[in-house]
T-cell receptor, first 112, second 112 residues
Framework: NAGVTQTPKFQVLKTGQSMTLQCAQDMNHEYMSWYRQDPGMGLRLIHYSVGAGITDQGEVPNGYNVSRSTTEDFPLRLLSAAPSQTSVYFC???????????FGSGTRLTVV | GQQVMQIPQYQHVQEGEDFTTYCNSSTTLSNIQWYKQRPGGHPVFLIQLVKSGEVKKQKRLTFQFGEAKKNSSLHITATQTTDVGTYFCAGKSGGSNYKLTFGKGTLLTVNP
């Protein structure tokens, strides 16, 4: 049981580039979310999904897209990277609405 | 929208001293969760509180949910160096809102 796997662990992008942050879980969890963590800001929800084919926006969705074609995978796409998107990104999953999240180890993204 | 405020932002203690962090929501919560994040790590789920006035213990950690379900606290008795990290509360409102809103966290440092 690998839990929640995020790749890559580190990434440097140039302004305007696009990329996809990968997230996969092997626990058959229905709920998956993407959070970004910035110093002094805590964890802010970008997008979430309550099952395959269902996604919705969180607090800070602008500049990001998601899709959920399978239960296991929930990739986060940066459309045109900006320095303001420099952050640590965490993917998390849980089995149901009133359960605790299992977090991945994070992706540290720098946009220059 | 829903806001979750957490105080203090930082707390430095001598090993053996007690520690408390407080969490306050602008709205009534259906449940509240607590997470711990070690420096450089990812958040790890500690516990969930659901009932008004609920108190739960995990060894030296005591978690409380307020009677009005708008506030919560985490108390650590006799801190140890292994308690170092950031403690986050996260609250969810009722109804069809699946989103979990995190507080900004309290960073605990322990002087041995």
């Amino acid at each position: 049981n690998a839990g929640v796997t995020q790749t890559p662990k580190f990434q440097v992008l140039k302004t305007g580039q696009s990329m996809t942050l990968q997230c996969a879980q092997d626990m058959n969890h229905e709920y998956m979310s993407w959070y970004r963590q910035d110093p002094g800001m805590g964890l802010r929800l970008i997008h979430y999904s309550v099952g395959a084919g269902i996604t919705d926006q969180g607090e800070v969705p602008n500049g990001y897209n998601v899709s959920r074609s399978t239960t296991e995978d929930f990739p986060l796409r940066l459309l045109s990277a900006a320095p303001s998107q420099t952050s640590v990104y965490f993917c998390a999953s849980k089995v149901g609405t009133d359960y605790g999240y299992t977090f991945g180890s994070g992706t540290r993204l720098t946009v220059v | 929208g829903q806001q979750v405020m957490q105080i203090p932002q930082y707390q430095h203690v001598q090993e053996g001293e007690d520690f408390t962090t407080y969490c306050n929501s602008s709205t009534t919560l259906s449940n509240i969760q607590w997470y711990k994040q070690r420096p450089g790590g990812h958040p790890v789920f500690l516990i969930q509180l659901v009932k008004s006035g609920e108190v739960k213990k995990q060894k030296r950690l005591t978690f409380q949910f307020g009677e009005a379900k708008k506030n919560s606290s985490l108390h650590i008795t006799a801190t140890q160096t292994t308690d170092v990290g950031t403690y986050f509360c996260a609250g969810k409102s009722g109804g069809s809102n699946y989103k979990l809103t995190f507080g900004k966290g309290t960073l605990l440092t322990v002087n041995p």
